[in-house]
């Protein structure tokens, strides 16, 4: 019985790999799946959302060159049930970071959700890098596990072997871009949504992200949302924002205040 079970799985299987391959189709989904991640995020209630994985290419054209190399983009959605799915529109979170995955999103999907009464798709993705798309991660260095110096966190004494497993790894890292995030981003609205009106927002360094897509300017988006604006175009490489900096940053404006704290040798401001 199993045996024979097995084999009528690997028949279905074939069939629709099959299907795959000749139409182009780059989604494999969509998936029943739990509105939320984890438990400390939320109780799902069943299994109302819906996901899949986008097989994107490592290197899009004229951003860098890797012949045939895949990767993993996970994506989720909330259908629309206030009508047809096919015929609504569409809201794309685009979470920040840096480097965070979209499980924090399943809240705030479910509340603009259910505040637009179910009338619209609501999307979210992990982009490239990050969470269940393809980590950006060290494993031959065994980097950032729950028993390195810092954790999850990667600790100074261990980015030389984290970049060194990374290069062995890779050869275009301009395939975990901002630029090549947001191309993967557009070709899905473009791709594989309804076509119908579309509103992005983005939040924190999801803003970057968002920016970018701006210019890439996909004909669905008619609009865009950026809550807590993180921008990089036309900046000197000196005044560029960089995280490890951003307390010394934050902290010249607010040593210009009347009643900004006393300096002290321990602290950064």
């Known amino acids: 019985m199993i045996f024979r079970l097995a084999v009528g799985l ?22 029943p799946c739990a509105e939320y991640t984890f438990s400390d995020d939320g109780n799902s209630t069943g299994q109302l959302a819906e996901c899949a994985v986008y097989m994107a290419p490592l290197c899009y054209p004229g951003i860098c060159a890797s012949v045939n190399s895949k990767i993993e983009i996970f994506v989720k959605r909330l259908p629309a ?10 809201v794309w979170l685009v979470e ?87 191309t993967d981003l557009a070709t899905l609205i473009s791709k594989y949504t309804n076509g119908a009106s579309t509103i992005v927002y983005g939040v924190n360094y999801g803003t970057m992200l968002v920016e970018r897509l701006m210019h890439l300017d996909p004909p669905e988006v008619t609009g865009y949302v950026m809550d807590g604006i993180v921008s990089t175009p036309g900046v000197a490489t000196d005044k560029f924002e960089y995280f490890s900096e951003s307390e010394v940053n934050y902290g010249e404006p607010i040593q210009d205040r009347p009643w900004a704290p006393r300096r002290h040798a321990a602290c950064s401001l």
Not at 10 to 27: F, H, K, M
Not at 85 to 90: D, G, L, R
Not at 158 to 163: F, G, I, K, L
């Open 10 to 31: 690997a028949i279905v299987a074939a069939q629709v790999s099959a299907e795959t391959n000749t139409t182009g189709n780059q989604l494999n989904g969509w998936y």
């Open 81 to 90: 049930v206030g009508g047809d799915p096919e015929k609504a529109t569409n």
């Open 96 to 182: 920040g970071g840096p480097g965070r995955p979209s499980p924090s999103m399943g809240s705030r999907m479910l509340d603009l959700h259910a505040k637009l009464n179910g009338s619209s798709n609501v999307y979210t993705m992990d982009h490239r890098g990050t969470g269940r798309s393809r980590m950006l991660d060290c494993v031959a260095a065994q980097a950032q596990t729950t028993a390195s110096p810092k954790g999850r966190n990667i600790d100074p004494t261990e980015v030389a072997a984290c970049a060194k497993s990374l290069s062995f790894k890779y050869t275009e890292f301009a395939g975990f871009s901002v630029t090549s995030a947001a």
